[in-house]
């Protein structure tokens, strides 16, 4: 069981918009904007695609947002992609001074 | 460019021990914090330890006392000493570099290195 939770999986067609869900407690995302959303292919590491909480890293395409409600952090990606079809993970800092993950989400364009 | 190459991963018995290394590029590792995270096979990403730039570190509960992080500075790499390991460590290792300006956010990974614990 992990520490955050996800869907397991979530699909869209071409063109579509999707958003991935990430809750926590307290203890985490409800206190802490050091969310993070990682995109991995397989049998590649992973990629930072959104930092605290609503940031993208240099080079990411706008079609990717987060964002956070109370215990909650969610990823939006619009205008599917083809290249998006990947699993998704998120971070968070959580007040005991570690990182905890969700157990990741896999994204399927249809 | 920002550079992370991961190696010392393989096959060990239970019991045994592993040294892993991360050599850096593009950066210096004491100037950022930086982490391990690994993936056992099939399953999510599970963080490890993590070593901040004055040199304290702090470790996941499922690692404490068995993981140690540390880095050198002459050859601006990070290394993650495993004893005790068990068939639950059995999983690909990464090194991650935390992001300037925020805490505990990876921006650049390494490629893994895959440790099998099995007798």
């Known amino acids: 069981q992990s520490a955050l939770t996800q869907p397991a999986s979530v699909s869209g067609s071409p063109g579509q918009s999707i958003t991935i869900s990430c809750t926590g407690t307290?203890?985490?995302?409800?206190?802490?904007?050091?969310v993070s959303w990682y995109q991995q292919h397989p049998g590649k590491a992973p990629k930072l695609m959104i930092y605290?909480?609503?940031n993208r890293p240099s080079g990411i395409s706008n079609r990717f947002s987060g964002s956070k409600s109370g215990n909650t952090a969610s990823l939006t990606i619009s205008g599917l992609q083809a290249e998006d079809e990947a699993d998704y993970y998120c971070?968070?800092?959580?007040?005991?001074?570690?990182?905890?993950f969700g157990g990741g989400t896999k994204l399927t364009v249809l | 460019d920002v550079q992370l190459v991961e190696s010392g991963g393989g096959l060990v018995q239970p019991g045994g021990s592993l040294r892993l290394s991360c050599a850096a590029s593009?950066?210096?590792?004491?100037?950022?914090?930086m982490t391990w995270v690994r993936q056992a096979p099939g399953k999510g990403l599970e963080w490890v330890s993590l070593?901040?730039?004055?040199?304290?570190?702090r470790d996941a509960d499922s690692v404490k006392g068995r993981f140690t992080i540390s880095r050198d500075t002459s050859k601006n790499a990070v290394f993650l000493q495993m004893n005790n390991l068990n068939t639950e460590d059995t999983a690909v290792y990464y090194c991650?570099?935390?992001?300037?300006?925020?805490?505990?956010?990876?921006?650049?990974w390494g490629q893994g290195t895959p440790v099998t614990v099995s007798s």
């Open positions: 991650a570099r935390g992001k300037s300006g925020s805490n505990w956010q990876l921006d650049y």
């Open positions: 593009g950066f210096t590792v004491s100037n950022i914090y």
């Open positions: 070593i901040y730039s004055g040199g304290n570190t």
């Open positions: 307290s203890s985490d995302i409800g206190t802490y904007d050091y």
């Open positions: 605290d909480v609503t």
């Open positions: 971070s968070s800092f959580r007040n005991n001074y570690s990182l905890v």
